[in-house]
């Protein structure tokens, strides 16, 4: 899955629920994003690792809802 993609669609779920969806950080490899109060580091590699995505995707299911992505 592409970078841009990851954070769009995470995004679009954060505006919708009327959630934060913010930059924290940046480091020389990784960012640090945060969805509400909930903070999960995003690779800034142009692809992803689906099972790494899967995981980001995971670490958000306490904001966004359980299985959010998959809807």
Not at 7 to 27: D, E, Y
Not at 37 to 47: D, F, Y
């Amino acid at each position: 899955m592409k970078q841009s993609e990851l954070k769009k669609r995470i995004q679009r779920t954060a505006t919708a629920q009327s959630k934060a969806w913010r930059l924290v950080r940046q480091g020389g490899r990784h960012e640090v994003w945060q969805c509400g109060v909930t903070k999960v580091t995003i690779p800034r590699h142009r692809e992803i690792n689906e099972l790494t995505a899967g995981a980001i995707f995971r670490a958000l299911e306490d904001e966004l809802g359980r299985g959010w992505w998959r809807r």
